[in-house]
C-alpha cells in the first residue's frame, strides 16, 4: 500500500509541474525553467516521505507537510513567471486542483480493482487526458491573460482553487481517506464535476474580459487614428484652398515682377519671393513617415504637443510596411509619448519637449524617447518600468507597452540621467532569407 501512494503521489508531482511549466509564461530560458520545476518535484517527492513514511500516523505531519508543498509549488510558479501577480497565482492554484482530479481517479481505481499497476496505469493516463485537454483548449487563453492587463477582480477569481482544493483535500485525504470511506465516492465525483464546470465558467469570464479589454484598447486607438486622418485631411483641405488662391494671383505677381526687373527693384522682388516661400511652407502638410497609421498618430500627438507648447523632436524613419502589427505598434507610440507629454507639460518652456527616435528595419524595432523630469519617477521592482503615481486606473498604458514587448521578444529598459528620462524598447528579428 505504502509504495503504490508513494507512487502515485510522484505521479502527480510530476504533472504538476508540467501544469505549471505549460500555463505560466516563462521568465527564464527553457533550460533553467525546466531544472527549477524539476528541483520543486524532487522536494515535493521527499517531503512526501515523511508524511507518508515516516510519520504516517501524524496529523500534524501530515497538515505541516501539507502546508509546506503547497507554498512550495506556489513559489515555483510565481518564481518561473514573468509576471509575478494574481494571474500566475490562479494558474499555480488551478494547476493543484487539476492534480488533484488525476490522484483521486487514480484512488478510485484502486478501491474498486484493488490492483495496484491498474490503478497507477489508469491514473497516469486520466492526468494525461487532463494535461492534453487543457493544452488543446484553455492554454490560449490562458497565455492571453499573461500578454493583457491583469482582469480586475482576479484576486476574488483565486478563491475558487483555493476552496476546491480544501474541500477535495477534506473529502478524499485528510483527515479520512477514500479508502477509510469509499463511500464518499459518488460525492467526490460529483464534486469533480462541478469543479471542471466552474472553471469552464470562469475561464469564459476571463476570455470574456480579454476580449471587452482589447476591444476597448482597439476603439482608442481607432479613435486616435481617426483624429489624426481627420486632422491631415483638414490640413490638405486648407493648404489646396490657400495654394489655389496663391495660383490665381500669380498672373498679377509675374506682371509685377516683370515691371519691377525694369525698374530694377530688386530688394521688392525679393519680397515677394519671400512671400511665396512663406506661404508654401505654411501649407506644407508635414509626414512623419511612410507607414499611414503611425504618421496619423503622430500627427495627432503633435496637435497634442502643440496645445500645451511642447516641443517634440523627432527622428523617424519607418518603412510603410512594418515587421509587427501596425496598430499595436502605434498605441506603444502614443503611449509613450502621451506620457512624455503629460510629464513635461508643467515644466519650463525651455524643458517642455521630447525627443523621440523611431527607427525600424526588416531585422530590428526601435524605440527611444527622453524628456526632462523635476517629480521623482518611481519603478516597479518588479517590471523595472516606472509606475503611475496617479489615481487607480492609471498606469494601463505601461502595461501595454511591456506587453506588446514580450509579444515580439523585445527588451525595455528605463533610467533616469541628469534630470533626463529615458526609456528604450528595442527587439531584433530573424530575416528569412
Keep these: 500500500m505504502y509504495y503504490f501512494r508513494n507512487i502515485s503521489y510522484m505521479i502527480s ?26 528541483t520543486s518535484g524532487t522536494l515535493l517527492t521527499l517531503t512526501d516521505i515523511l508524511k507518508l513514511n515516516l ?7 501530515y497538515v505541516t507537510v501539507t502546508i509546506l508543498q503547497i507554498l512550495l509549488t506556489q513559489s515555483t510558479g510565481l518564481l518561473i513567471s514573468r509576471t509575478r501577480d494574481n494571474r500566475v497565482l490562479f494558474m499555480t492554484l488551478s494547476s493543484s486542483n487539476y492534480v488533484i482530479a488525476g490522484s483521486i481517479g487514480s484512488s478510485i481505481l484502486y478501491i474498486w480493482t484493488e490492483h495496484a499497476a ?29 500578454e493583457r492587463n491583469p482582469l480586475k477582480g482576479t484576486w476574488e477569481l483565486c478563491l475558487v482553487p483555493v476552496f476546491f482544493y480544501c474541500g477535495f483535500s477534506f ?7 477514500l479508502y477509510d470511506n469509499p463511500d464518499n465516492i459518488p460525492g467526490v465525483i460529483l464534486f469533480l464535476i462541478t469543479m471542471f464546470v466552474s472553471y469552464v465558467t470562469v475561464l469564459r469570464y476571463v476570455e470574456s ?13 481607432f479613435e486616435s487614428y481617426i483624429r489624426g486622418l481627420e486632422s491631415q485631411y483638414y490640413l490638405v483641405e486648407q493648404s489646396e484652398r490657400n495654394l489655389k488662391i496663391l495660383r490665381h494671383d500669380m498672373r498679377h505677381y509675374s506682371n509685377l515682377i516683370d515691371s519691377l526687373l525694369a525698374q530694377g527693384e530688386y530688394d521688392e522682388i525679393a519680397k515677394i519671393t519671400a512671400y511665396f516661400n512663406s506661404v ?26 502643440d496645445t500645451s507648447d511642447v516641443r517634440i523632436r523627432f527622428d523617424v524613419i519607418i518603412p510603410r510596411k512594418l515587421p509587427v502589427n501596425d496598430y499595436e505598434f502605434a498605441a506603444v507610440v502614443a503611449n509613450l509619448l502621451e506620457n512624455a507629454l503629460n510629464c513635461v507639460r508643467d515644466l519650463k518652456k525651455d524643458k517642455r519637449y521630447v525627443n523621440v527616435k523611431l ?13 526632462e523630469y523635476e517629480q521623482e519617477i518611481l519603478f516597479d521592482t518588479l517590471t523595472g518600468l516606472p509606475k503611475s503615481q496617479r489615481l487607480k486606473g492609471h498606469g494601463l498604458g505601461m502595461q501595454s507597452v511591456s506587453a ?16 533626463l528620462f529615458h526609456i528604450i524598447l528595442y527587439a531584433k528579428f530573424q530575416v528569412i532569407l
Excluded at 501544469?19 to 530560458?29: A, G, K, N, P
Excluded at 491498474?118 to 491573460?145: D, N
Excluded at 501649407?283 to 511612410?290: F, G, I, L
Design 13 to 38: 508531482h510530476l504533472f504538476l509541474m508540467l501544469f505549471i511549466y505549460s500555463f505560466v509564461t516563462h521568465r527564464y530560458s527553457r533550460r533553467k525553467t525546466i531544472a527549477i520545476c524539476a
Design 55 to 61: 510519520f504516517p500516523d501524524s496529523s500534524l505531519c
Design 118 to 146: 491498474i490503478s497507477l496505469i489508469g491514473g497516469f493516463l486520466i492526468h494525461l487526458a487532463i494535461l492534453l485537454f487543457l493544452l488543446t483548449r484553455i492554454r490560449e487563453i490562458g497565455l492571453k491573460a499573461y
Design 171 to 177: 473529502l478524499a485525504f485528510f483527515p479520512h481517506t
Design 209 to 221: 474580459g480579454l476580449e471587452n479589454s482589447g476591444i476597448y484598447l482597439k476603439n482608442v486607438l
Design 280 to 305: 508654401a511652407e505654411e501649407n506644407k502638410v508635414e509626414k512623419y513617415c511612410d507607414n499611414l497609421i503611425l504618421n496619423a498618430i503622430l500627427s495627432e500627438m503633435q496637435k497634442k504637443a
Design 359 to 371: 527607427h525600424c528595419g526588416p531585422d530590428h524595432l526601435l524605440v527611444r524617447m527622453e524628456n
Design 404 to 419: 506588446f514587448s514580450d509579444k515580439i521578444g523585445g527588451s525595455i529598459s528605463c533610467f533616469c540621467e541628469k534630470s
